[in-house]
Protein backbone atom coordinates (compact mmCIF):
# COMPACT_ATOMS: atom_id res chain seq x y z
CA UNK A 1 0.00 0.00 0.00
CA UNK A 2 1.67 3.46 -0.83
CA UNK A 3 0.37 6.49 0.72
CA UNK A 4 0.01 9.75 -1.32
CA UNK A 5 0.21 13.53 0.34
CA UNK A 6 -0.18 16.64 -1.49
CA UNK A 7 0.71 19.67 -0.25
CA UNK A 8 1.52 23.37 -2.80
CA UNK A 9 -2.07 24.52 -3.44
CA UNK A 10 -3.41 28.05 -3.11
CA UNK A 11 -4.98 30.99 -4.18
CA UNK A 12 -3.27 32.90 -7.03
CA UNK A 13 -4.29 35.31 -9.59
CA UNK A 14 -4.44 34.37 -13.14
CA UNK A 15 -0.97 34.53 -14.80
CA UNK A 16 0.76 33.55 -11.73
CA UNK A 17 1.93 30.20 -10.64
CA UNK A 18 2.14 27.16 -8.11
CA UNK A 19 4.48 24.48 -7.38
CA UNK A 20 2.24 20.94 -5.91
CA UNK A 21 4.36 18.73 -4.72
CA UNK A 22 3.52 14.92 -3.70
CA UNK A 23 5.20 12.88 -1.02
CA UNK A 24 4.98 8.91 -1.63
CA UNK A 25 5.27 6.40 1.16
CA UNK A 26 6.79 4.25 -1.37
CA UNK A 27 8.29 3.54 -5.23
CA UNK A 28 5.97 3.33 -7.96
CA UNK A 29 6.40 3.72 -11.34
CA UNK A 30 4.25 5.99 -13.03
CA UNK A 31 2.93 9.02 -11.19
CA UNK A 32 1.11 11.27 -12.09
CA UNK A 33 -1.55 14.17 -11.75
CA UNK A 34 -5.55 14.75 -12.25
CA UNK A 35 -7.50 17.54 -11.29
CA UNK A 36 -11.44 17.90 -10.59
CA UNK A 37 -13.29 21.27 -10.94
CA UNK A 38 -16.62 21.82 -9.38
CA UNK A 39 -19.26 19.90 -10.89
CA UNK A 40 -17.03 18.28 -13.44
CA UNK A 41 -15.31 14.80 -13.81
CA UNK A 42 -11.96 14.26 -12.72
CA UNK A 43 -9.44 14.48 -15.64
CA UNK A 44 -5.68 13.76 -16.13
CA UNK A 45 -3.35 16.23 -16.44
CA UNK A 46 0.35 15.01 -16.46
CA UNK A 47 2.10 11.19 -15.80
CA UNK A 48 5.70 11.20 -15.37
CA UNK A 49 6.70 7.02 -15.87
CA UNK A 50 10.05 5.39 -14.20
CA UNK A 51 11.60 5.41 -17.97
CA UNK A 52 11.43 9.46 -17.85
CA UNK A 53 8.90 10.06 -20.26
CA UNK A 54 5.80 12.09 -19.26
CA UNK A 55 2.60 12.38 -20.91
CA UNK A 56 0.56 15.72 -20.58
CA UNK A 57 -3.07 16.79 -21.57
CA UNK A 58 -3.13 19.70 -23.95
CA UNK A 59 -3.84 22.38 -22.20
CA UNK A 60 -1.05 21.79 -19.67
CA UNK A 61 1.07 21.58 -22.49
CA UNK A 62 3.82 24.41 -22.25
CA UNK A 63 2.91 25.61 -19.31
CA UNK A 64 2.73 22.81 -16.41
CA UNK A 65 5.75 20.76 -15.88
CA UNK A 66 5.66 17.61 -14.02
CA UNK A 67 9.11 16.33 -12.26
CA UNK A 68 10.11 13.51 -10.13
CA UNK A 69 12.79 12.89 -7.46
CA UNK A 70 12.73 9.03 -7.54
CA UNK A 71 15.13 8.29 -4.75
CA UNK A 72 12.95 10.86 -2.38
CA UNK A 73 9.71 9.79 -3.97
CA UNK A 74 8.63 12.89 -4.11
CA UNK A 75 6.54 14.40 -7.46
CA UNK A 76 6.11 17.77 -8.32
CA UNK A 77 4.05 20.13 -10.31
CA UNK A 78 5.30 23.22 -11.47
CA UNK A 79 1.96 25.65 -13.09
CA UNK A 80 2.90 28.29 -14.58
CA UNK A 81 0.60 31.42 -16.39
CA UNK A 82 -2.35 29.66 -14.39
CA UNK A 83 -5.88 30.50 -15.67
CA UNK A 84 -9.26 30.84 -14.01
CA UNK A 85 -10.23 27.48 -15.86
CA UNK A 86 -7.12 25.77 -14.13
CA UNK A 87 -9.40 25.99 -10.63
CA UNK A 88 -9.82 22.55 -9.45
CA UNK A 89 -8.54 19.97 -6.42
CA UNK A 90 -5.68 18.60 -7.87
CA UNK A 91 -4.74 14.99 -7.11
CA UNK A 92 -1.86 12.96 -6.95
CA UNK A 93 -1.92 9.42 -8.39
CA UNK A 94 0.27 6.49 -8.91
CA UNK A 95 0.91 3.25 -10.39
CA UNK A 96 2.23 0.33 -10.46
CA UNK A 97 1.90 0.20 -14.16
CA UNK A 98 5.40 1.40 -16.01
CA UNK A 99 3.38 2.44 -19.08
CA UNK A 100 0.18 4.06 -17.22
CA UNK A 101 -1.73 6.92 -19.11
CA UNK A 102 -4.73 8.88 -18.49
CA UNK A 103 -7.28 6.48 -17.07
CA UNK A 104 -7.95 6.64 -13.87
CA UNK A 105 -8.28 3.18 -13.46
CA UNK A 106 -4.79 2.23 -14.09
CA UNK A 107 -3.51 4.30 -11.11
CA UNK A 108 -3.84 2.43 -8.13
CA UNK A 109 -3.53 4.66 -5.18
CA UNK A 110 -4.86 8.44 -4.70
CA UNK A 111 -4.05 11.31 -2.37
CA UNK A 112 -6.69 12.98 -0.73
CA UNK A 113 -6.24 16.56 -3.55
CA UNK A 114 -5.27 19.93 -2.89
CA UNK A 115 -7.20 22.86 -3.80
CA UNK A 116 -5.82 25.21 -6.31
CA UNK A 117 -8.11 28.26 -6.75
CA UNK A 118 -6.99 30.72 -9.92
CA UNK A 119 -8.41 33.90 -9.95
CA UNK A 120 -9.25 36.87 -12.61
Known amino acids: QVQLVESGGGYVQAGGSLRLSCAAS?????TGWFRQAPGKEREFVVVSRIDGTTRYTESAKGRFTISRDNAANLLYLQMNSLKPDDTAVYYC?????????????????WGQGTQVTVSS
Open 26 to 30: GRTFS
Open 93 to 109: AASHRVDAARGEGEYAY
